[in-house]
């Protein structure tokens, strides 16, 4: 029996994911779309919700995942462990981050070695053409 392979794109291990300027944005939007209809009942907050992803290209439950990244980096993990309580699954939160990416809401932020490779400086000319 082959396992099932993942949907989605590849991340390193121990990528970190932060807010976009947009995602920022949407997040504000988010916050103020569920504030917006607290109280109004299950219909009128999906429909708040659905009203804000569609401009978006994104699900109406990412926006919690984009609450999750307000604060500071994080990692695939952790954002995993943080939804997990809440009943969201591990591959559900990988689908939910990797619409908020191609949505440009979210953005990698650059590993170590990656940081590390452009601040490099070039190699030494050999003085061979």
Known sequence: MQPKPREGPRWA???KFTLS???RDAEEA???AVLGARGA???VLDGALAGWA???AVEPGDGVLLAELKGKPRGLSELGHALDDAG???AEVRAALDRLVRAGLAELVPLASQLEAQRAPPPPATGRW
């Open 88 to 90: 969201i699954p591990g």
């Open 41 to 43: 009942g299950r219909a």
């Open 13 to 15: 291990r121990g990528q």
């Open 21 to 23: 300027p947009a995602g």
């Open 54 to 56: 569609s401009p978006r």
């Open 30 to 32: 988010y916050r103020a």
